[in-house]
């Protein structure tokens, strides 16, 4: 008999692994993650939904609890999904953290135009400004993207 594992994740369906075992899916409900497993009932020739776990959905790790209730494939699967899930996070974090810079950077400059907000600052504050937009500088020129020299650059 040959199962598929599906793993649904924001209503989206992607068959991750062809295996020989109990079919595992896997939610999101709320602040929690819900792992079910479907199980062929012969007495009704149908599969049944039968839960194998619910944790905070904050936990990028399989808890004991959870996995103790589950077969070793499942764990497996599991982690697998917890995995490429946190993964996506850093990502959209990652891509949040480049887009959202111009707009920090804007906000920055509309502060140094602020007494009351200059009077919180020290020395080091702007020591460390500094450091960061040198390495961000060379970050981006060693990623292969040269400064533009256009008439809107000072």
Same mark, same amino acid.
């Given at each position: 008999?040959?199962?598929?594992?599906?793993?649904?994740?924001?209503?989206?369906?992607?068959?991750?692994?062809?295996?020989?075992?109990?079919?595992?899916?896997?939610?999101?409900?709320?602040?929690?993650?819900?792992?079910?497993?479907?199980?062929?009932?012969?007495?009704?020739?149908?599969?049944?939904?039968?839960?194998?776990?619910?944790?905070?959905?904050?936990?990028?790790?399989?808890?004991?609890?959870? #996995?103790?209730?589950?077969?070793?494939?499942?764990?497996?699967? #599991?982690?697998?999904?917890?995995?490429?899930?946190?993964?996506?996070?850093?990502?959209?974090?990652?891509?949040?953290?480049?887009?959202?810079?111009?707009?920090?950077?804007?906000?920055?400059?509309?502060?140094?135009?602020?007494?009351? #907000?200059?009077?919180?600052?020290?020395?080091?504050?702007?020591?460390?400004?500094?450091?960061?937009? #040198?390495?961000?500088?060379?970050?981006?020129?060693?990623?292969?993207?040269?400064?533009?020299?256009?008439?809107?650059?000072?």
């Amino acid at each position: 008999m040959l199962t598929v594992v599906i793993i649904v994740c924001d209503n989206n369906h992607t068959v991750v692994n062809n295996r020989e075992d109990n079919i595992m899916q896997i939610k999101e409900r709320g602040s929690k993650v819900v792992f079910m497993r479907f199980e062929y009932n012969p007495d009704k020739k149908r599969t049944e939904n039968k839960p194998a776990g619910t944790q905070d959905k904050h936990l990028h790790v399989l808890s004991d609890e959870v #996995a103790a209730g589950m077969t070793e494939a499942e764990r497996e699967e #599991a982690q697998a999904w917890l995995d490429a899930r946190k993964h996506e996070q850093n990502v959209r974090m990652s891509k949040y953290s480049i887009t959202s810079l111009p707009r920090s950077m804007t906000e920055a400059i509309k502060a140094l135009n602020d007494p009351h #907000a200059m009077e919180q600052l020290k020395p080091a504050d702007f020591d460390a400004i500094y450091h960061a937009w #040198a390495e961000l500088a060379d970050a981006m020129r060693n990623a292969g993207h040269k400064r533009p020299r256009s008439k809107s650059m000072k």
